[in-house]
C-alpha cells in the first residue's frame, strides 16, 4: 500500500510526499521532542486512548506546547487511517518537535510545533511469538527521565545494536545488576507463579503493553509485582517475557546465551499472549511473518 504522511496542526491536516522541513529544526538537532507508536490491527487502533495519553504526558514533560487537544488529535488520526484505507496489521508512528528557529538551546518564542504522523503496514512476528527470542544484558547509561518517550535515543540505538550483532532480538539493560527494561520495550520474570517488572518510576518507559500485562494478570489472578529483579535473578527464573506495542508479549528464552528455563516458553507467558490476543480482538487468521 502507498504511504501517506501528513502534518498534523491545529489549522491544517495537509498530505505531503516529502516532510520538508528546515534544517534549523529542533527534533533534529537537540532531539527536542517527543513520539508514538501505536499499534494497529486489521486497521485498528490498539491501545488507542492510553498512546494519545501517553503522547501528552511526554508533551507536558518537557513543556511543549501540542497545537491541539486530545480528541482533536483522535480524529486527525482515525482520519489518517481513512485516507491511506489501512486494513491490515501496522503502525502509526507520530513525532512532535519543539519547532523549526535559529539554533538556540533555549525555548524558541512564538514558534509552533511540528507534529507529524505516517502510516505503515507491519505484520505480527508470528515465529517470534511462537519461539520465542534470545537477549544480552547491558548496562544501561541512558538518562534519568526515561518515562518521556523522548526523540533522545542514541544509548538505545547503540544497545540495540549490539544486540543484533550478538544474533539476539533485545539488550537487557541494567544498573549494577539491576534490571531496568530492554532497549525499546519493558521487561518481566517469572518466579514461583508471579510476575515480576520494575516500578513505573522515571526509570523505565510506562509502556502501554506494560499497562494492559498488569490488568491481564489481575483478571488471571496472576500477582503483579513492581519489583526491579537482578541479573542474579534469572539464573533461577522459571519464565521471562518482555512486551512493547511492535513485539507484543514475546517469551525470553535465552539471556547472554543461557537459557530460561531449558530454552522453553512458560505457561504464565503464553496465557499472558493468549490475553492480548482476545483483547486486540486478532483473528485466527494466518499472517505474513516479519
Sequence with gaps: M????????QTKFTHQDNLDYPFEER?????DGIYEVI?????????FTEHVDRFFRSADAIRLE?????????????????????????????????????RDHVFPVGVEANVYAYVKDLPRNLSN????????????????????????????VLAKQEAKENNCYEALLHEDGLVTECSSSNAY????????????TSRILHG??????????????????????????IQSADEMFLSSSTSEV???????????????????????????????NISNRKTAQQ
Design 2 to 9: 502507498g504511504v501517506y504522511p501528513i502534518v498534523l496542526s
Design 27 to 31: 527534533g533534529l538537532q537537540f532531539g
Design 39 to 47: 499499534r494497529i490491527y486489521d486497521g485498528n487502533y490498539y491501545l
Design 66 to 102: 501540542l497545537p491541539f487537544e486530545k480528541e482533536q488529535l483522535k480524529t486527525l488520526l482515525h482520519d489518517l487511517l481513512k485516507q491511506n484505507n489501512m486494513k491490515n496489521d501496522g503502525i502509526v508512528y507520530m513525532q512532535a518537535t519543539r519547532g523549526s528557529a535559529p
Design 129 to 156: 511469538l511462537e519461539n520465542g527470542i534470545s537477549v544480552i544484558t547491558k548496562e544501561d547509561i541512558r538518562w534519568k527521565k526515561c518515562y518521556i518517550k523522548s526523540l533522545n535515543l542514541l544509548p538505545n
Design 189 to 200: 520474570l517469572v518466579k514461583d507463579g508471579k510476575i515480576y517488572t520494575h516500578p513505573a
Design 208 to 233: 502501554c503493553v506494560r499497562m494492559a500485562v498488569e490488568r491481564f494478570a489481575n483478571e488471571l489472578g496472576i500477582p503483579f509485582i513492581e519489583e526491579a529483579f537482578t541479573l542474579a535473578d
Design 250 to 280: 514475546l517469551p525470553i528464552l535465552n539471556v547472554d546465551r543461557k537459557p530460561v528455563n531449558n530454552g522453553i516458553p512458560g505457561e504464565i507467558t503464553r496465557k499472558l499472549q493468549d490475553a492480548y490476543q482476545k483483547d486486540a
